[in-house]
């Protein structure tokens, strides 16, 4: 026991400390501690000040950092003596605003077990509640307002607690104290159900609950307001309902999500590792893509849902909504982001009701308001080593990031990200923050919502950043946003080559950048403008004394007709074998009569040309017959991938033949790899087994270049490391003799080119 004395201290504490229960934690030990004092929120983190002499006061610090709530993350902390003050008692007190915002936010919580029987319990008062929540679950990043953490800063604000909820609040010993959250059927955030015309049909919670699963099982499509936006569900097992909604958003192929009522109806259908099961019941509840089993008793339409694939992307009710939803149907169900597809996800119930009305049959709104819309997050493993990979970095997830780099600039500086898969990055008071994933700002929708996310963003910490960075396309929404924005600012503008900020990007999560020894980056995707003027995607990068130097690729071929070629696999299968007479009978029927004399004439004269295996990938599906013209991005790369995990099965038996000796020239020649498929499909081999051939020869031209920049360190970025079975092959040929490192937290994708700008700013420039 420690027992208080004259002398006064103060303790910061900063990081993820806010919304995660610390001071009702700090609180409760300074009673069993029989301190008194304070504990206060604060736009730098958690202050504490209390009396005691220089031995208890050290003992309760080391104990707060010791027990530290489990949603916490500390990043920095300090003991020191104060002015001298006298506490009869210790007390949460008010919360300090100031401009000097350091904290990082909380993003959003599942709802935690000890809610789940709350809504379970008949004698609970909160017995069927769709949002109950406590100190440690709930929505945080999504309704925040202001900083610091506190109820009237959040989209709570205008929920008035009942004396019932009110008393939990101020009640140490309630796990609801200074839950700024809370609320209750007396006191609720409420549901409305709409039909598809903008009528109320129903205000009662329990009987909107009712209605919605009667529409499930009638074979309607429910729009239901999440914690980051609007989804769009219906009956897994529907295969008419899963063919409406997919002609109505708009999704012909791209495989569908869904929501599972328990992880043992789960098991049912998909084979779930110890990692993955851990990812589904996390905090984060993201969700997991899963391999299907081959034996399967199962109801669900996984034509459907996920056609040709062997995967399911499966996720657990991480609201109480959903799981009271899920509880009563007994049967998964389909739930997709609500919005069409390219377009941003629905989070605003005006806009629910404009533009959802022609998707959804009803809709079901609630009252609290959403600050920051996010998709649901995304995650897989890879399938022989369960090697994780961040698919879609949101919910969940973002935006905290807490980098293990000490001594990051004090420059705030704004990162700008890249197109397609867009974030934003904020460097500033020495944190990084992270947004969600944003989306296709090659949509206008998208582009007013990046911009709204990011003025939002940088008002709530009171930046101006003093440096921004871009890609260097001058044609992305990202680079002229950034642009405008420095001008505004009057701040300093870096671009950056895109590709050199994906290696930064794994080099800063691994904490590489001090690194004294050579480091090879391996950063493989569809497109991104070189310095050269072509389009890169294939490139091999050496980092050594804080330089990134481009020192390999694989070889130019015909780029031709812009994004076109990225939609047709079948334009980079021609780009590659047009002048092989041996490909005419498989290239020739892919196109008209017309089409093949235009594309002769447009290769003879066309001058950019790439080194994408985004590309390359697209060129071998279309040569196997796997995909011609494609509905989503990556879809020829997925099909490539899955013809090739069966040839393998449950063994990476590789055959001795496929480890020859070609060339270095060969290996790194998307022409002579192309031939040799050729080759193959002559001689009559089966295209499972060519895919799975194509994706050693990919590592091993991997290997030739690690030799020739003597690096036994690699690093790999870029959305071709989507690819479970790549990732598996280059640990499994390469593991025992090279370091190898991955994207681990942030996404192989372009999501992750904001923090890599950052890196590569901090890293290179003074």
Known sequence: MILASPGTWHIHIGGLVQGVGFRPFVYQQAQQARLNGWVQNASDGVHVEFNADETGAREFYELILAKAPPLAQVTSHSLTAADSAEYRTFEIISSHRDSGNTLLLSPDFAMCERCR??????????????????????????????????????????????????????????????????????????????????????????????????????????ALKGIGGYLLTCDATNEKAIRELRSRKYRSCKPLAVMFPSIASLHEV??????????????????????????????????????????????????????????????????????????????????????????????ATNNREISYPQDDSVVTHSPFTQQRIVVRRARGFAPTYVVSRPGF???????????????????????????????????????????????????????????????????????????????????????????????????????????????????????????????????????????????????????????????EPRLSAYSLCHAFEEAFPILQPKFSSEEWKNYQKLIATNTIKTSSVGRLFDAVASLLGLADKVSYEGEAAILLEESARHYFQDELRIPPGWM??????????????????????????????????????????????????????????????????????????????YQLYFNRDLSPNDENISFGQLMWYDTTLP
Request: charged share 20%; hydrophobic share 40%.
């Open 117 to 222: 029987a709350d809504i379970e319990d008949k004698k609970n008062r909160r017995y069927g509640y769709a949002f109950t929540t406590c100190t440690q679950c709930g929505p945080r990043y999504s309704i925040m307002e202001q900083l610091p953490y506190e109820r009237e800063h959040t989209a709570m604000a205008e929920f008035v607690m009942c004396r019932a909820c009110a008393e939990e609040y101020h009640d140490p010993a309630n796990r609801r104290y200074y839950s700024q959250t809370n609320s209750c059927p007396d006191c609720p955030v409420s549901l409305k159900l709409w039909d598809n015309q903008k009528n109320v049909i129903e205000k009662d919670q329990q009987k909107i609950l009712d209605a919605i699963g009667q529409a499930w099982e009638n074979g309607k499509i429910m």
């Open 270 to 363: 998909a084979h779930l590792s110890e990692p993955e099961a851990k990812e589904l019941t996390s905090v984060a509840a993201p969700i997991v893509v899963l391999r299907l089993k081959e034996k399967r008793n199962t109801p669900l339409a996984l034509q459907q849902i996920t056609p040709g694939l062997s995967t399911i992307g499966a996720m657990l009710p991480y609201a109480p909504l959903y799981y009271l939803l899920l509880n009563r149907f007994a049967k998964p169900v389909v739930a997709t982001s609500g919005n069409i597809s390219g377009a941003p996800i629905v989070h605003e119930d005006e806009t629910a009701h404009s533009e959802l009305s022609t998707l959804a049959d009803l809709i």
């Open 409 to 567: 600039s004090e420059t705030t500086a704004l990162a700008m990200g890249a197109l397609m898969k867009s974030s934003f990055a904020l460097a500033h008071q020495r944190n990084i923050h992270v947004s969600q994933y944003l989306g296709d700002t090659a949509n206008f929708d998208t582009q007013t919502q990046f911009k709204q996310t990011l003025e939002q963003f940088l008002g709530m910490y009171s930046a101006r950043p003093e440096v921004v960075i871009t890609d260097l396309h001058p044609d992305y929404y990202s680079t002229w946003l950034g642009g405008e924005l420095a001008k505004k600012w009057e701040s300093r503008l870096i671009k950056i080559q895109h590709h050199q900020a994906h290696f930064a990007a794994v080099l800063g999560e691994h904490n590489l950048l001090d690194n004294d020894s050579p480091i090879l980056g391996v950063v493989w995707d569809g497109t991104g403008l070189g310095d050269d003027g072509q389009v890169w995607g294939g490139e091999f990068f050496r980092f050594e004394k804080k330089v990134f130097s481009r020192v390999d690729h694989f070889t130019y071929f015909n780029h031709f007709l812009g994004d076109k070629m990225a939609h």
């Open 660 to 737: 020859a000796p070609e060339t270095p020239d060969e290996l790194l020649s998307p022409r002579a790899l192309a031939k040799t498929i050729l080759q193959k499909l002559a001689a009559g081999e089966e295209s499972s087994q060519i895919a799975a051939w194509f994706h050693v020869q990919l590592v091993r031209a991997v290997r030739i270049v690690a030799i020739r920049q003597s690096c036994l360190t690699i690093c790999f970025s870029g959305g071709v490391f989507q690819n479970g079975l790549l990732v598996d092959l280059l640990i499994s040929l390469l593991g025992e003799e």
